[in-house]
């Protein structure tokens, strides 16, 4: 290749080169210097914008220094007025304060006055008491015990009066109302209900069937009371055995059992249990049917189940004779009718009277009272909570929070203690008398004690020298009180304290 050629290139190259440095030279150049421009521009405008700022500024600080000022011209002014208006009442004061120490001069002088009268007036006074005393011949404390006893005396009187008048109106008006709406509603429930005993005794065809019910070696016997869970007591009773069991309903199953073994005549273990057994669930399915049935009798809606076949189980169970299911029924009639008469509510009067006793369905088997049993059981079924109150409540185990818990208690009275309605035995009956005698008898100044009406009324007779007029009627509420707290007894028992005092004297 040609060397000048090659040289020639060379130099374009570099002249190329060149020219391109020198061209972005210039462009740098360029852009530096409209770049500075522009940085002028900024900071001739900042400038401008910094002096408008402090001008601005300027003017501002004058006004609030302005402001300031005539503000603080106005606080002296209103402070100097305040200053005069203090001056003014601290002056006022100082004069006040003159005259009470003139007042409290003069009535130092009044009260050392009236002490040296107090002084004479005590003086006499003394005089006046010693002279009292010797003319009385008695002391000032014997005469103030005197004169309290004499009022006392007088005090005690008018209140035995006026108790006894208290007493007598609220008693009369009280048993008047009490009677006409207790006698309309027996009359209105009518009950057809008497009174039934669970009995547990199952007679025989023979004798030679107490032989069979044993079995050899006593194993028909002891088959039948493991399965039954009841006491099969074979006795020398003729014709007939008897079933002891605290379960009414265990001792249901084993009397019909019983029954239906003897009247089949195969009587062995494994017989016994299917027949056990096919009684047990006859006597649930009579438990549930009559739960139920009285639930409608008592007009008694909206109750669980398991509180109807609870409520069932009271079939089999007796309180001096009476039937506890119909009991529950006849309570829940009176007291709807006691609710309606008295404008409370009655939905919620016949559930508490219907499930008043729930819990003696369960109290054989379960530590605590029947109403605190039925009570809870009741809660535990989303009963009503004024519901579940009467029910533990209807003993007064607990305190009564409704009107409905205690028409629920008097329906409950009612209904044990009309007539005809439960009956004693005769040794219970002879135990409750003896009872009623002694515990009115162990009151000081109780002379004697009589129970008279087969035990609704106790007459007490004390000794007039121990006991006055109002202390008779104190002894009548603590003797009622004392049988509440220690007898159990269906109704009511009448106290009555007789107190005579007889003058004599004979003629010479």
Do not use: W
């Not at 080169?17 to 940085?39: E, M, P, S, V």
């Not at 265990?250 to 009397?255: H, K, M, P, V």
Request: net charge negative; proline share 2%; charged share 35%.
């Amino acid at each position: 290749m040609n060397p000048i050629i090659i040289l020639v290139d060379l130099i374009v190259l570099f002249v190329g080169i060149a020219a391109g440095y020198l061209f972005h030279r210039y462009q740098i150049d360029q852009q530096t210097k409209n770049q500075q421009n522009k940085a002028d521009l900024i900071l001739k405008g900042a400038n401008e914008q910094a002096r408008l700022i402090e001008s601005q500024a300027r003017e501002n600080a004058v006004k609030i220094i302005q402001a300031a000022e005539a503000e603080i011209k106005e606080r002296r002014i209103e402070l100097n007025r305040e200053s005069d208006r203090l001056d003014k009442r601290r002056s006022e004061l100082d004069n006040r304060a003159d005259r009470l120490e003139q007042r409290e001069q003069a009535v130092n002088k009044r009260q050392s006055q009236i002490d040296r009268k107090a002084n004479e007036i005590e003086k006499l006074y003394e005089e006046q008491m010693k002279r009292l005393e010797q003319i009385a011949q008695m002391s000032q404390e014997e005469a103030r015990k005197e004169l309290l006893a004499s009022v006392e005396k007088e005090a005690r009187s008018d209140m035995a009066r006026i108790i006894r008048q208290i007493e007598a109106e609220a008693r009369e008006e009280g048993e008047k109302r009490a009677r006409k709406l207790i006698a309309d509603a027996i009359q209105r429930v009518a009950s057809e209900h008497v009174a039934e005993v669970t009995r547990a005794v199952v007679n025989l065809p023979s004798e030679e069937m107490k032989g069979r019910i044993v079995g050899r070696n006593g194993r028909n016997i002891k088959a039948f009371e493991q399965a039954a869970g009841v006491d099969v007591i074979v006795d020398d009773t003729p014709d007939s055995v008897t079933i002891s069991c605290f379960d009414s309903v265990r001792r249901e199953i084993g009397r019909r059992a019983l029954e239906k073994l003897i009247l089949d005549g195969r009587i062995h273990p494994a017989h016994i249990e299917k027949v056990v057994h096919d009684e047990t669930k006859a006597v649930e399915k009579i438990i549930n049917e009559a739960g139920e049935q009285a639930a409608f009798d008592a007009n008694v809606s909206g109750l669980h189940p398991e509180v109807l076949r609870m409520m069932g189980r009271l079939k089999f169970r007796t309180s001096y004779g009476q039937n506890q299911l119909a009991h529950a029924v006849e309570v829940a009639k009176l007291a709807g009718i006691l609710a309606a008469e008295i404008g409370a509510n009655v939905e919620l009067s016949k559930q508490a009277g219907f499930l008043h006793d729930i819990g003696k369905a369960m109290d054989h088997n379960q530590e605590g009272t029947h109403a605190m049993l039925g009570a809870e059981f009741c809660k535990r079924y989303g009963v009503h909570p004024k519901v579940v109150n009467a029910i533990a409540a209807h003993h007064h185990e607990v305190e009564q929070e409704s009107i409905e818990a205690v028409i629920a208690e008097a329906a409950d009275a009612i209904s044990g203690a009309r007539p005809g309605a439960r009956r004693e035995d005769l040794e219970a009956y002879i135990k409750r008398i003896r009872t009623l005698e002694e515990l009115s008898t162990s009151f000081e100044g109780v002379e004697q004690a009589f129970a008279i009406q087969a035990g609704r009324e106790v007459r007490v007779i004390v000794k007039p020298e121990k006991i006055d007029d109002l202390t008779s009627a104190r002894l009548a509420r603590d003797i009622a009180k004392k049988i509440e707290e220690t007898m159990q007894y269906p109704g009511q028992i009448k106290v009555t304290v007789i107190r005579e005092t007889r003058a004599t004297e004979y003629a010479k």
